[in-house]
């Protein structure tokens, strides 16, 4: 059973910068594609970025591109979500989830392909 967890969330203000990571408990992250999903009360989760671990090839969400940055480390065998100029819109729990291999493109940003979730970690973008 993979597992993950997230870090490095927080309370920053707005036009600020921070980093998550997600630690996954697997021999290796070839096998993955690797997303990060947001979720506000009362609303579904949203994709906002996947990678594929493979071969480093990533897809990021139209509100997101610009701003945010997916990487990962195949040998610390983490995924990171680099988030600049953040926003008060931007504020959500945050998850990282790993689902099986494939090319990336828009359907890596869809909360049902991803079969193992982190526990969240909450960011707030407030002044």
């Known amino acids: 059973q993979l597992q993950l967890v997230e870090s490095g969330g927080g309370l920053v203000q707005p036009g600020g910068s921070l980093r998550l990571s997600c630690a996954a408990s697997t021999p290796t992250l070839d096998f993955y594609v690797l997303g990060w999903f947001r979720q506000v009360p009362g609303k579904e989760r949203e994709g906002v970025a996947c990678?594929?671990?493979?071969?480093?090839?990533?897809y990021h969400a139209d509100s997101v591109k610009g701003r945010f940055t997916i990487s990962r480390d195949k040998v610390e065998k983490s995924v990171y979500l680099q988030m600049d100029t953040l926003r008060p819109d931007d504020t959500a729990v945050y998850y990282c989830?790993?689902?099986?291999?494939?090319?990336?493109?828009?359907?890596?940003?869809?909360?049902?392909?991803?079969?193992?979730w982190g526990q969240g970690t909450q960011i707030t973008v407030s002044s």
């Open positions: 989830a790993a689902g099986r291999d494939s090319p990336v493109s828009s359907w890596c940003l869809s909360p049902r392909e991803y079969n193992y």
């Open positions: 990678i594929r671990s493979s071969d480093g090839s990533s």
